[in-house]
């Protein structure tokens, strides 16, 4: 059986990288006593698979995991069990049985939504509501992303699905988060600030990822909806 | 919500920021209101290797077991974030509350290695506590050290208030007891001191004097006061089947050195190998019970959710329930999908036939532990291996399947001659040989055997047989080395022997601080003021200043190592009782110099005077 769980991931846990999380979760699905499903070979591992990788310093309300279990009672005492062994910083947030069919979490992963909450005082931005707007109506957003390899020209306005001010201290947005033309906030932000002149340090903002989504009938849909 | 102790731009801007954010699975919090007592536990190196030491958990949980204590963690901070504290006048925090170690009740530091004596400095120099135990104020920490090291306390000695001598499980209750009610009383800080060294275990080293010949080794000791202890005799649990144990161990984020459940099975080793001191000094042997075994097994998977189980001893295959304990383990694990990870075992048929049942032949390898390469040495040691064995047992490991074969041996043991520097080469080529010969051609995998030779360079420990033994120059050392991988060169089956060696700058420095007294502190201190940090990490030691340290300090290296000890010439740690007594030790020398071995502690009682302790496999226990 096919199992998704949600969880959230903040306060000091923004500090623990992706595999140590995975590792996290290994253990805490033996504490919890879930009869997860195992690989097979000399070295077997619990067959669990997450929808994306969250960046070291970024929190999430909406984090996705799946694992394959033999058994269970129900996902309520699924969802009780996982939540005695976390710890803080992490809560699970939902446990729902997905249809044998179902795509893993990362294959899933078509859209983000994200926060970017300033961490003291306003953006300095004037207009910072209209200044989005107009900056989301560009023909085209150009990016330059550099990687260690290479240096890859990226327009951002097709990934980009909504951006808006949250009041004058928060921006939201929804961003293309599917393998092939994943987009990182931090990336959109740095677009906005060379179109609207100004400098906002990455460090100035809390990232908090809201929801991951999956495309379904042409819609985004939450991955727990599925 | 947690606090942090740093700041997010320093967290995210430093290696692994879960070293320093504490919150792991099974961590303690407690209000500090709460508490009489705030204990920083230290492990003086980096956060992986510290988490992944037995000691440290056995005690905090043991600490945090107590309603009026909390027991925190604390490690060294890794060189970047050093770095970072230093700039920013950062204390040293505990990582539970994330609060200043100087703002507690006491730093107790764990000495497992002497390579670790300038991270003690590190420590106290960020936790803004002064470095010297007589200039600490009433209101700074009481430091303690605890461990392996503290059998010879004296060149660290005037950084430490106390040191706890022995094992942690017998004495602490009493020691914060006694810190309480002189608080309560309103005593001052050498009033604890003062009572603490009435404690047994306890040894408070500022009120001891160290007194020289003119040719520099000691002539005695003089204390403070009248009532101090002469003596100080090691602490001991005497049924380690009905003491603490962390049931509930902390669960580290990041993977570190020993990501698993530990089950220590015994305590001590009946060897009685010369050159050991863990064998000595821990002395008598006590085992658990194997069903109390059984249970900690189950109950710390529980806890932790850890993916593997390991067994922790001197001589895991002298336990005399590992039969059972590990047939209950392959059961219990093999249905939960737990690794069960062993330790060196003694290679016989019953190691081969557990090996096979939980780890993959293909890839694992078997360990030899010859330490000499002659028959003759291995006796001037006590190391009862003989070629004869080691052969079957190779023979054996390559019938089943096995074709990596790991040598250990110590270069620079006391008596060596070239012909047992040879020897280490023609041993190797006869398990090589013993593979060629057991395999047939076709149903050898990848048509070949590899043998991993290594080489340490051996450092004479106190409360060790060896402790009279000069010890090699540098120079003699890498000679050896030379010679050894030219022996190795020279034989028939060298292309499947593979040579490591130890370096010798730091065995050198080992060795001084493992005999050395309290005219080393100087140098200790110097060194890290220029610099000196995480001297264990290669990547780290700085020879040259140390050299340079010693010189301008004027200590003379070859006085600790390399210098011929008489009989009965005092050294600097005869003021401790850790059973073994210095007559049995000397009788033990004279008989490694004649080559003749003695039984161990299962055959014949050898009157080592551990027996004093009345428990364990002691002829005197109850």
């Keep these: 059986m096919k199992i998704r769980i949600k969880f959230s991931k903040y306060g000091t846990m923004k500090y623990i990288g992706h595999l140590d999380m995975m590792r996290f979760f290994q253990k805490a699905i033996r504490r919890a006593g879930i009869d997860v499903k195992y690989s097979e070979g000399f070295s077997p591992h619990q067959i669990m698979s997450f929808a994306a990788p969250l960046g070291i310093g970024m929190e999430s309300k909406g984090e996705y995991m799946d694992i394959e279990v033999c058994s269970m009672t129900s996902t309520q005492d699924m969802k009780e069990a996982l939540a005695r062994v976390m710890v803080e910083g992490v809560d699970i947030i939902s446990v729902s049985v997905l249809p044998d069919n179902a795509k893993n979490a990362m294959a899933s ?20 509501a209209e200044k989005l707007q107009a900056f989301l109506a560009l023909e085209a957003i150009p990016y330059t992303k550099e990687t260690k390899k290479s240096v890859v020209e990226l327009n951002l306005k097709e990934g980009i699905y909504e951006l808006a001010a949250d009041g004058s201290n928060a921006i939201r947005m929804m961003v293309n988060a599917s393998s092939s033309g994943n987009i990182k906030p931090g990336m959109v932000m740095e677009a906005f600030c060379s179109f609207a002149g100004v400098e906002i340090p990455a460090g100035s903002y809390q990232i908090i990822k809201l929801e991951t989504y999956t495309e379904n009938a042409h819609k985004f849909v939450p991955l727990d909806a599925v | 919500m947690r606090k942090t102790a740093l700041s997010e731009e320093i967290l995210l801007q430093v290696e692994k920021p879960a070293r320093y954010i504490g919150n792991e699975v099974n961590s303690v919090v407690k209000d500090r209101e709460d508490v009489a007592v705030r204990f920083a536990m230290c492990f003086p190196d980096v956060y992986e290797i510290g988490m992944s030491h037995l000691g440290i958990q056995i005690l905090y949980s043991m600490f945090n077991s107590w309603e009026d204590v909390w027991c925190e963690r604390v490690y060294s901070p890794w060189t970047d974030l050093d770095q970072i504290m230093r700039k920013q006048h950062i204390p040293l925090f505990g990582l539970e509350s994330q609060e200043p170690v100087k703002e507690m009740d006491f730093l107790g530091i764990t000495l497992q290695y002497e390579m670790c004596y300038t991270n ?77 060294a009435q404690i047994p275990g306890i040894y408070v080293p500022q009120f001891y004097e160290e007194l020289y010949h003119e040719d520099g080794t000691i002539e005695g000791r003089r204390k403070l006061y009248e009532e101090l202890p002469d003596v100080v005799r090691k602490e001991i649990v005497t049924d380690v089947s009905d003491t603490y144990y962390p049931l509930r161990p902390v669960v580290p984020f990041i993977k570190v050195t020993q990501d698993r459940v530990v089950l220590e099975i015994q305590r001590g080793c009946i060897r009685g190998c010369r050159f050991c001191q863990a064998g000595q000094i821990y002395r008598p042997v006590r085992e658990r019970h194997v069903d109390i075994l059984k249970r900690y097994a189950v109950e710390m998977l529980q806890s932790t959710g850890h993916e593997e189980i390991s067994l922790s001893s001197l001589s895991s295959s002298d336990y005399s329930q590992l039969n059972e304990l590990l047939e209950f383990l392959i059961e219990e694990c093999g249905q939960k999908h737990i690794n069960i990870s062993l330790p060196s075992l003694r290679i016989d048929a019953f190691s081969l036939d557990v090996m096979r049942k939980v780890q993959d032949v293909k890839k694992s390898s078997l360990t030899f532990a010859p330490e000499a390469g002659s028959q003759r040495l291995r006796d001037v040691i006590n190391k009862g291996l003989t070629e004869e064995v080691i052969l079957r047992g190779a023979a054996l490991a390559f019938e089943g399947g096995w074709t990596r074969v790991k040598l250990y041996f110590m270069l620079g043991l006391p008596t060596e001659t070239e012909e047992d520097i040879k020897g280490i080469g023609e041993l190797s080529n006869k398990i090589a040989a013993t593979f060629f010969e057991t395999v047939p051609k076709d149903k050898r995998v990848n048509g070949k055997v590899q043998i991993v030779t290594s080489t340490s360079f051996f450092i004479p420990k106190p409360f060790t047989p060896f402790q009279w033994a000069p010890m090699c120059t540098k120079e003699e050392f890498l000679e050896k080395a030379y010679q050894t991988k030219k022996g190795i060169m020279e034989q028939l089956n060298q292309k499947s022997i593979k040579y490591n060696w130890h370096e010798a700058d730091v065995s050198v420095l080992e060795g001084v601080f ?14 890290y003021r220029r610099g000196c940090l995480f001297d264990s990490w290669s990547e780290y030691y700085k020879n040259d200043v140390w050299i340079q340290c010693f010189e301008d300090c004027g200590v003379d290296i070859g006085f600790y190592t390399t210098r011929e000890r008489s009989d009965d010439e005092i050294f600097p740690w005869d003021f401790i009782d850790c059973g073994v007594t210095r007559q049995f030790l000397l009788r033990e020398w004279k008989k490694a110099q004649a080559g003749v071995v003695s039984p161990n502690c299962q055959e014949q009682c050898q009157g080592c005077g551990a027996g004093t302790f009345e428990c364990g496999i002691c002829p005197t226990a109850s």
């Excluded at chain 1, 859209?111 to 300095?124: I, V």
């Design chain 1, 109 to 128: 992963v078509a859209a983000a939504s994200y926060l970017l909450q300033r961490k003291e005082g306003d953006y300095p931005v004037n207009d910072l």
């Design chain 2, 120 to 196: 003690i400095l590190q420590i106290l120099d960020l936790a803004q506590i002064p470095l010297l135990a007589t200039e600490r104020g009433e209101d700074m920490p009481i430091v303690i050290g605890g461990g392996p090291c503290t059998y010879n306390p004296e060149p660290i000695a005037d950084f430490f208030d106390l040191f706890y001598i022995g094992e942690g499980e017998t004495q602490y209750r009493r020691l914060l007891d006694w810190y309480v009610e002189n608080r309560e009383n309103g005593g001052s800080r050498q009033d604890f001191l003062r009572g603490a």
């Design chain 2, 514 to 527: 493992a005999r050395g007294d309290r005219r080393v502190a100087k140098v200790i201190l110097e060194a």
